[in-house]
Nanobody, 124 residues
């Protein structure tokens, strides 16, 4: 069983950058696809990015392509989300999640373990 703890959120001005980290405990971190999702107030949780266990496959929501980069360091049991050119509409609680399989997917039901989330607020 993997446990996940996100960090790195905060308040940033539009156009700025943040890097989120997700530290995983558990011996099998490197076996899972990892994903980032976000949820804004009054909205459903939405897919942001995902990365395969070997980092050879990534996927992004159209809204963040070219601005966000997902990466992972299996030796450190950590997955990252580098967020550049932030916009006010990126404001949300960001969650990392561990997938149920090797498949890179954007569907929340394909992820078995979730972190508690970290708040990202982008001011205009």
């Amino acid at each position: 069983q993997v446990q996940l703890v996100e960090s790195g959120g905060g308040l940033v001005q539009a156009g700025g950058s943040l890097r989120l980290s997700c530290a995983a405990s558990g011996r099998t971190f490197s076996s899972y696809t990892m994903g980032w999702f976000r949820q804004a107030p009054g909205k459903e949780r939405e897919f942001v990015a995902a990365i395969s266990w070997s980092s050879d496959t990534t996927d992004y929501a159209d809204s963040v392509k070219g601005r966000f980069t997902i990466s992972r360091d299996n030796a450190k049991n950590t997955v990252y989300l580098q967020m550049n050119s932030l916009k006010p509409e990126d404001t949300a609680v960001y969650y990392c999640a561990a997938g149920r399989s090797f498949r890179v997917t954007k569907f929340p039901y394909e992820y078995r373990t979730w972190g508690q989330g970290t708040q990202v607020t982008v001011s205009s």
